[in-house]
């Protein structure tokens, strides 16, 4: 499988990145593996990396919802003010283990390409691969 860039993690739990690196890892997924604790920590590093002449701009961001300091919702936000260009090239899917119909309904209006549900798995990575890449793992 040809590999994505860079994917970027943005979750505030160590265990939750540490099994979700181990498992992009594992896979093979991503030339390089970028992990936040928050959304204002995701902005900063998108505008460290895709501003970089050098930089991998990350293909797929992976954003939980329930974080402190910049939740995913104000992250996304603030993410839609970014230049059209910039966000066209990145994929955005939110994991979350729930989420409450109201949050649910402002997602919609967000810039997001999904929504998977917690614990990312090979299958789930399989599937949004698939569906926003037009690759499969081998």
Do not use: W
């Not at 994917?7 to 992990?35: H, Y």
């Not at 993410?79 to 309904?105: G, W």
């Amino acid at each position: 499988m040809h590999k994505l860039p860079s994917i970027l993690l943005v979750d505030d739990d160590p265990t939750t990145n540490f099994l979700n690196e181990l498992l992009l890892k594992s896979l093979g997924v991503a030339e390089q593996l970028l992990t936040v604790h928050n959304g204002r920590e995701a902005l900063a590093a998108l505008n460290e990396t895709c501003m970089a002449p050098d930089g991998k701009c990350p293909s797929l961001i992976l954003l939980d919802v329930n974080m402190p300091v910049m939740n995913g919702i104000e992250f996304l936000e603030a993410y839609a003010q970014l230049p059209k260009v910039q966000q066209q090239s990145i994929v955005v899917v939110m994991l979350t283990t729930s989420m409450h119909s109201r949050d649910l309904e402002r997602v919609q209006e967000l810039p997001i390409a999904g929504l998977v549900n917690k614990p990312l798995t090979k299958d789930k990575v399989d599937t949004i691969l698939q569906m926003h890449f037009q690759r499969h793992l081998e």
